[in-house]
């Protein structure tokens, strides 16, 4: 059987000021991998809400939600000069857009996100090219809230989800509303990043709720393996 791969707690913060979100990572840090600056704070706060996340926690990977459209270089490279890790570019964008993004986090030694909001099936598989991105699944807010939909909801990620033994493809992220009663059916998908936003943040206890999706997926990969079997 081969081994599990790690999945990684993505911690989105998104509309609060530089320093709740600040505060509400430390809560929660010891239960969380990566840490967003969501877009809504980059877009309220500009670029410095990333640098003061780097400079909070230096030792954590930080993803700029940029969500990059067009001016790649120049926004990218806004991102990694601010410290952040990961940054994120829309899979709608041009192939332009895409090649500048993955060049530029590749000079940083930074990784690309690349968000498939409203990506169809086939671009999808021609984005599966980008091998060393991260390829993020996600219900957006809007779909949430005026649809109803949460990501784990829709089979929409779930034929690029698992990893093809034969040739190498890109990480996969799921993102958008994700609750500990959702996150066992978007487990099954084997993603390696699993975004939660408001299911922590907006919680009446933050770090509890984070505890307890990070026990989750400690449950779920634990390989359910008798090792006499293969005696
Ligand atoms: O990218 C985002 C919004 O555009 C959020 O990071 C993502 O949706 C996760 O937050 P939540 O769990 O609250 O949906």
Request: glycine share 4%.
């Amino acid at each position: 059987m081969s081994e599990q791969q790690p999945v990684r707690v993505q911690l989105a913060l998104d509309r609060m000021t530089i320093q709740e979100a600040i505060t509400m990572a430390k809560q929660v840090e010891q239960h969380v991998d990566w840490i967003e600056v969501g877009t809504s704070l980059i877009k309220e706060f500009g670029i410095e809400s990333v640098r003061q996340m780097k400079q909070a926690f230096p030792h954590k990977i930080i993803v700029a939600d940029i969500k990059t459209f067009d001016n790649a270089k120049y926004e990218f490279e806004l991102c990694f000069e601010a410290g952040a890790d990961v940054a994120t570019v829309m899979g709608a964008a041009p192939d332009a857009t895409l090649e500048l993004c993955m060049q530029t986090a590749r000079r940083y030694q930074g990784q690309t996100m690349i968000d498939l909001l409203s990506v169809s099936p086939d671009r999808i598989q021609d984005l599966e090219r980008y091998t060393d991105a991260v390829l993020c699944h996600h219900v957006s807010k809007d779909e949430q809230e005026h649809n109803g939909q949460k990501a784990g909801q829709s089979n929409r990620h779930e034929a690029h989800a698992t990893s093809n033994a034969n040739h190498a493809t890109p990480q996969i992220a799921v993102a958008g509303g994700i609750t500990l009663t959702t996150l066992p059916t978007i487990l099954q998908q084997s993603p390696s990043v699993i975004i939660v936003g408001s299911a922590i943040t907006q919680a009446a206890q933050p770090q509890q709720a984070a505890q307890q999706i990070r026990e989750q997926i400690n449950q779920f990969a634990i390989p359910n393996v008798n090792p006499l079997a293969s005696l």
